[in-house]
């Protein structure tokens, strides 16, 4: 689907014109080269993609589901080509755009072509011969590397966006064909791979055995970055104030809340006294995110706790608090099954403020296919059956 930028551009022409011979003049090429281009996106993606009528050709429900992915494809990445130089619209093919993108993201021609499974000069030839278009380096070459500029990071970032939308072009092709392709990927964060990501897949796999998913766990910066790439089509977990992420959509399913606990028996178990919390050991969350924002908030009229271990994962807190004197500030949801089962007990003490929304985070004016849209209800479903939903 995304072979050459050149036959999505004509097919737009003729959606928007409903005419060979117009989109041959309006994308300045021959009659006979359009026909040609609309045959072999016809061929890739399987089936029709016009209906060829007395007053026209107009788009097939495949066409329409194409075009549409298509325009929003192109309307991220011309802008950007256009403001490096106007004859990239004319010039610059998928593989040169491929290869700056791997540059820019690996800083290294010898890394980017390992990625990209291509000899090193053919990486280099194709960002070489973009310089030329443009008429000046797109990097900085140097001791630390080969460093994008900033015009050259924006192409590469709406590059992704604009690629993921083709992407997301071909598994709704097989979709109206029958058939499931592609995956969902899903950056989930501590407390959704705890208690709502197995169910929802669970759940999801009943109507659709077969799609993939990739379920990619890590810290909010780096889960958000993959986010805005393109690489992660939907983030789960803790929301985040609406100042830190401008540009990023998100949506609440259920709250949850921050609790003390400590093994069953903990000198401090049943322990009220706020003093004498604040001078033992912690298993807490990493600076800057939401639950060590509440964790700070317990203790903001007191000496901060000075022994702390930062983790986002819920397996070491639990082995630390059964292990030694530890107490952990978590997810009451967590620790349901230790709680249940007598290993772990929550501590009295209840302070204000430790609650959090728990949700969706998507890139602004994202588009799913009929399969993220399916999983996204899945989970709504499932979070409306869990304390706060």
């Known amino acids: ?32 080269a359009v026909t040609q281009a609309i045959a072999r996106m016809e061929a890739a993606a399987g089936t029709a993609l016009f209906d060829r009528l007395p007053h026209g050709l107009f788009p097939t429900a495949a066409g ?25 619209l004319l010039t610059a093919t998928v593989a040169q755009i491929q290869s700056l993108v791997a540059v820019t ?6 890394e980017a072509a390992r990625r990209l499974g291509l000899a090193q000069p053919t990486v280099h030839r ?8 443009v008429g000046r380096p797109l990097f900085e070459r140097g001791p630390r590397g080969v460093i994008a500029l900033r015009a050259t990071r924006l192409l590469a970032t709406v590059a992704r966006l604009a690629f993921a939308e083709l992407a997301q072009a071909q598994s709704e092709l097989a979709e109206l064909a029958g058939r499931e392709v592609g995956r969902i990927t899903v950056g989930a ?21 077969s799609l993939r998913i ?18 992660i089509d939907l983030l789960v977990g803790a929301l985040r104030p609406a100042e830190i992420v401008p540009d990023l ?62 983790t986002g994962s819920s397996v070491l807190l639990r082995e630390l608090l059964l292990a030694s004197d530890h107490l952990g500030f978590t997810s009451a949801l967590q620790v349901v099954p230790d709680v249940a089962a007598g290993r772990l007990t929550i501590l009295p003490l209840r302070p204000p403020n430790t609650r959090r929304p728990i949700g969706l985070i998507r890139r602004a004016g994202w588009q799913p296919t009929p399969a993220q849209r399916d ?15």
């Open 249 to 310: 959509e998100q949506e609440p399913l259920f709250e949850d809340e921050m609790v003390m606990v400590a093994r069953a028996d903990h000198p401090l178990a049943g322990c009220a006294d706020l003093a004498r919390l604040a001078r033992a050991p912690w298993v807490v969350a990493a600076e800057g995110t939401p639950a060590r924002a509440a964790f700070a908030s317990v203790f903001s009229d007191l000496p901060a706790p000075e022994s702390l271990v930062e």
């Open 105 to 110: 993201e690996s800083e290294s021609f010898s």
């Open 126 to 133: 194709a960002v070489t011969q973009m310089e030329s278009e």
């Open 64 to 88: 329409e589901v194409l075009i549409g992915r298509v325009t929003r494809a192109l309307a991220l990445l011309d802008p950007a080509l256009s403001d490096l130089a106007p004859r990239l």
């Open 1 to 32: 689907m995304i072979a050459n930028l050149r036959h999505l551009r004509i097919l737009t022409a003729v959606a928007n014109l409903r005419s060979v011979s117009r989109a041959a003049e309006r994308v300045h090429v021959t009659q006979p």
């Open 214 to 231: 990739s379920i990619v766990d890590g810290p909010f910066p780096d889960l958000s970055l993959g986010l805005r790439r393109g690489e």
């Open 375 to 389: 999983f996204i209800t899945v989970l709504k479903e499932v979070a409306s059956g869990l304390p706060g939903g």
């Open 189 to 209: 964060m501590p407390l959704s791979r705890a208690c709502l990501m197995g169910p929802a897949i669970a759940r999801f796999r009943l109507t659709r055995p």
